[in-house]
């Protein structure tokens, strides 16, 4: 669908709408296909073309509440922001006349959400989701199923991988990660990989898998992967946020946060990427518990960053890169997150970053930003690829897979092979550079 424009000007009053804002509240359900909840949903895509439209917005979406997918937070909104709004199906009519009244052009991205969860939950046989032994990687998997698989890998590969528990939860989940790579040698440099710190963001642990199985299926064919299992472990989180993932396909599958409760506000959850200890609630974080960037009340508040920064710690003279996986935007992102500044092996890293992108568009053509995270997305404390950096990680990424808002947070199943095979150059290209001296 193509933009939308109307002659109005953008200084309409909102006000005249608020009497409709009460009206619109998100209700809990616990059933498959979320109870119909995101019935008529719509996810719009706008630009504001000025200092006023981006004020008007932001005032407009603090009376909607509604919930941001691009950027994570409505402080980012300024002149020149894409922005992508989910807005339920009676805020949606709310929206769209104001952006009519205001002349602020948009396009409709999803027309109605609760359609395409429903197309997704339905493109893969059950069966095929619920073994283990014939683990479907070209479909989002439950985190009982996950762990599951985890568990089984474990058992089946012991040449290649071991697993163990780093701690539990807010809820009391364990938190599991695989330690993959030939055990010939103890002493070995290390990758560290996470996905799923944001639960909506699917994607993620389904890369993680991917991971796994191809190095374990590529192992005595292919050169490369037997020289990297070789002489490098790799530490495999594939569900970081496990508790919010489970929600995201209990309760709500746009949650982001993780589950646990700290005020006396009716919100839980932190943003598990705002709560590490470097330059923590700074700018891009927030400190009111019902935001989706709330940093927490006080840095590694979260036991799943805890339990993460704990082991990272101990682990650190190992440990020559930190990846981490999240969605969506087609970026390759490298410190610094939370300040306008140079790192300073930035020829190094910025080396790696083309090679990498080069490597991942050869596969289909997709093509990925790259840069330091705060200019090429924007600047966000309390990140753990930045605290992986100051912590001696000189090589240390955050990775934001496909797409870039078509699909948004429900990327279709049939969609996970590509992503992953082409993402998988990336991070080869990135881990052979461990291997050599950068000059």
């Not at 590490?276 to 009340?297: I, M, Q």
């Not at 496909?402 to 948004?408: L, N």
């Not at 590509?418 to 950068?438: D, F, G, H, Q, S």
Request: glycine share 4%; hydrophobic share 35%; charged share 20%.
């Amino acid at each position: 669908m193509g933009w939308i424009k109307n002659v109005s000007s953008w200084a309409a009053p909102a006000l005249a709408l608020c009497a409709l804002f009460a009206f619109n509240t998100w209700l809990p359900v616990h059933s498959s296909h979320y109870n119909n909840r995101y019935a008529g949903d719509q996810v719009i895509r706008l630009v504001p073309k000025s200092k006023e439209e981006a004020h008007a917005l932001k005032d407009m979406y603090e009376q909607l509440k509604v919930d941001l997918w691009q950027p994570s937070s409505i402080s980012y909104i300024s002149e020149g922001t894409l922005t992508d709004v989910h807005v339920s199906v009676n805020n949606s009519q709310v929206l769209l006349s104001y952006l009519h009244q205001a002349s602020i052009r948009y396009k409709v991205l999803i027309k109605n959400l609760q359609e395409e969860i429903e197309k997704q939950s339905n493109q893969a046989p059950v069966r095929n989701r619920r073994s283990v032994t014939s683990h479907n990687y070209e479909v989002y998997h439950s985190l009982e199923e996950i762990q599951a698989w985890m568990h089984q890998m474990n058992k089946t590969h012991k040449d290649l991988i071991s697993m163990f528990s780093i701690g539990k939860s807010y809820e009391g989940r364990p938190l599991l990660v695989l330690k993959l790579g030939s055990k010939t040698r103890t002493n070995k440099k290390a990758v560290w990989i996470d996905c799923g710190i944001h639960a909506r963001e699917w994607i993620g642990p389904a890369f993680c898998q991917w991971f796994v199985k191809e190095a374990i299926e590529t192992y005595q064919r292919d050169p490369a992967m037997k020289q990297m299992l070789n002489q490098l472990y790799f530490y495999i989180m594939p569900v970081f946020n496990v508790d919010g993932y489970h929600y995201s396909w209990t309760d709500d599958r746009f949650w982001r946060k993780t589950r646990s409760k700290h005020s006396r506000f009716h919100c839980y959850g932190v943003d598990a990427n705002r709560n590490w200890r470097v330059k923590w609630c700074d700018e891009g974080a927030s400190l009111h518990p019902c935001d989706e960037t709330y940093c927490g009340p006080r840095p590694e508040s979260e036991p799943e960053v805890k339990a993460a920064a704990l082991f990272i710690r101990q682990h650190r003279k190992q440990i020559k890169a930190y990846l981490s996986f999240h969605a969506y935007a087609q970026m390759l992102l490298y410190p610094y997150s939370y300040k306008y500044a140079t790192i300073p092996n930035f020829n190094c890293v910025e080396s790696a970053a083309i090679d990498a992108v080069r490597a991942l568009r050869s596969a289909y053509g997709v093509r990925y930003k790259y840069g330091p995270a705060s200019s090429t997305l924007y600047v966000s404390s309390g990140s753990s690829m930045d605290w992986a950096y100051k912590n001696g990680i000189p090589y240390s990424f955050a990775f934001e897979l496909r797409d870039t808002g078509h699909y948004g947070f429900l990327l279709p199943e049939s969609l996970i092979k590509p992503t992953c095979t082409e993402t998988m150059l990336a991070v080869k290209n990135i881990t052979m550079r461990l291997l050599k001296k950068c000059r």
